[in-house]
T-cell receptor
């Protein structure tokens, strides 16, 4: 079993839609949780991180962590074509962060 | 503020050769991480360096090695290259007591 599981998609939505991206993790020792966005042929870009259960909001992005069920989510409101990218969830600690395989998102104008 | 810089951008090597990849972290960041991103496999953790020492290692053979220099820059060496080593190698840096990594744009290694 992979430590971080993520639906690879691809996910295709119309512009303006609410996007929900989800991951599960198996290691109870994981201390913090991150979401990265990766455009083609670029390195991943950190979107948000959190280390507690609950919601964290940043503009159109909301990260949600439920430690009891080991579930991580990212919601994107009012999605834009520029949001088209691969989204990677990640969790771990200082020693190492484990990444999901990424969900490819396409926002259609 | 300059981001994480990696060189070279692309590297083509022949099977059996050695490859050296370089990374300069963001100023003030003392930790450097190396990841391999092969097609369809996601990011796989390779190595973590902090304050010049190797602190953690992923599930890769010993022919993957590296080091961190006093200025916190880092080098990844891959010996006896195999075709399956073809991948995007990403370096990330982190400031002490911070959580988020900042990634470079990577070095695309092709082994032929």
């Amino acid at each position: 079993q992979k430590e971080v599981e993520q639906d690879p998609g691809p996910l295709s939505v119309p512009e303006g839609a609410i996007v929900s991206l989800n991951c599960t993790y198996s290691n109870s020792a994981f201390q913090y949780f991150m979401w990265y966005r990766q455009y083609s042929r670029k390195g991943p870009e950190l979107l948000m991180y959190t280390y507690s259960s609950g919601n964290k909001e940043d503009g159109r992005f909301t990260a949600q962590v439920d430690k009891s069920s080991k579930y991580i989510s990212l919601f994107i409101r009012d999605s834009q074509p520029s949001d088209s990218a691969t989204y990677l969830c990640a969790s771990g600690g200082y020693q190492k962060v484990t990444f999901g395989t990424g969900t490819k998102l396409q926002v259609i104008p | 503020e300059a981001g994480v810089t990696q060189s070279p951008t692309h590297l083509i090597k022949t099977r059996g050769q050695q490859a050296t990849l370089r990374c300069s972290p963001i100023s003030g960041h003392t930790s450097v991480y190396w990841y391999q991103q092969a097609l369809g496999l996601g990011l796989q953790f390779l190595l973590w360096y902090d304050e010049g020492e190797e602190r953690n290692r992923g599930n890769f053979p010993p022919r993957f090695s590296g080091r961190q220099f006093p200025n916190y820059s880092s080098e990844l060496n891959v010996n006896a290259l195999e075709l399956e080593d073809s991948a995007l190698y990403l370096c990330a840096s982190r400031k002490q007591l911070d959580y988020g990594y900042t990634f470079g744009s990577g070095t695309r290694l092709t082994v032929v």
